[in-house]
């Protein structure tokens, strides 16, 4: 098993499914274990519009490979997220909020180490960052093999991306 | 009731917050906190002395949490102090690495609830909300429960 998906992934023009539903799932546990409710995946309906909010940014890498998780979070799902954390909002121009949504990145990140490590792929999780901003646009230089998911749950809308890259 | 003297180490101020949030819900001992930003930040505030119980992050910058421990343990007298890993590791690899190569106590995973905290960290505590000491067999035993889940 390791070896197949290490053979998947060198050269790959996109994300095998086996890491997008892996990835998928990892986000539905993370975000059920954190408010008590699981998200749904929803249909992304082609939409592609800057975001007003926040991105979590976290890696899951080894010595070959690197996947880079991006949570991007409007700022009404962020704020409602800091009442589920920490029992209060926090103002979303905070760096409590950036300490938060480097925080949720992280506990994702460790979630999808240890079930990407089930079917082949042992990594480990970068320290995380978070950038704030309105109008934020996601680019990808040299165009790698990226997947992106929509999903909405109590707390409201948010966006999973992901590239992955060779580990150099 | 006398105090108790916890490090609290992460490089997130807002899980320090939510252990100290977590720990008071407990009322199982009067806590006062000792905070630390990193592995190295907390050997420094350890080595200030009378720290009694500690919680400590895994990813962190300059020094991980296991490496810190490591650390910890290697001080003389300092083999029985208990080192609750909290963490979002939740490999089983990585429980190993804490528990056997890092000498923590205990492992919690975020998110955790006061629940999660209660029932892993009150076997520490006497009825008078004192540190339990001197617990090698405790540890041992610990070990010995997570190994076997390791295996199984």
């Known amino acids: 098993m390791m070896a197949m998906i290490a053979e998947k992934l060198n050269g790959a023009k996109s994300i095998p499914n086996e890491i997008n539903d892996v990835v998928k799932q990892s986000v539905i546990n993370t975000f059920e274990s954190i408010s008590g409710t699981a998200p749904d995946c929803i249909d992304m309906n082609g939409e592609n519009e800057p975001l007003n909010g926040i991105i979590g940014n976290i890696a899951v890498f080894n010595t070959e490979h690197t996947l880079s998780l991006m949570l991007a979070i409007p700022k009404d799902t962020a704020l409602n997220l800091s009442e589920i954390f920490i029992g209060m909002q926090i103002p979303f121009e905070s760096d409590d909020m950036g300490d938060l949504v480097g925080e949720v990145s992280n506990i994702l990140a460790g979630e999808v180490a240890a079930n990407i490590e089930k079917i082949g792929f042992r990594g480990q999780s970068s320290l995380p960052t978070a950038t704030r901003g309105s109008d934020l646009t996601l680019f990808m230089p040299n165009k790698p093999p990226t997947t992106k998911m929509k999903f909405s749950g109590p707390n409201g809308e948010f966006w999973l991306n992901m590239a992955l890259s060779e580990s150099k | ?152």
Not at chain 2, 54 to 81: A, C, L, Y
Not at chain 2, 90 to 112: C, H, Q, R, W
Not at chain 2, 121 to 145: A, L, M, N
């Open chain 2, 1 to 152: 009731m006398s105090k108790v003297k916890a490090l609290v180490v992460d490089d997130s101020k807002i899980m320090r917050s939510a252990v100290k949030r977590a720990l008071d819900q407990l009322m199982i001992a009067d806590f006062e906190y000792i905070e630390a930003m990193d592995g190295q930040d907390a050997l420094e505030k350890f080595d200030e002395g009378g720290i009694e119980i500690m919680f400590v992050d895994w990813n962190m910058p300059k020094m991980t949490g296991v490496e810190f421990s490591q650390e910890i343990r290697k001080k003389e007298g300092m083999q029985h102090i208990p080192i609750i890993m909290v963490t979002a590791e939740k490999s089983m690899g990585k429980v190993d690495k804490a528990l056997n190569e890092g000498g923590a106590n205990e492992y919690i995973t975020k998110p955790f609830t006061a629940d999660k905290m209660s029932s892993t960290i009150s076997r520490y505590f006497d009825d008078e909300g004192k540190v339990k000491t001197g617990g090698e067999e405790d540890g041992e035993e610990k070990k010995s429960f997570f190994k076997s889940i390791l295996k199984s």
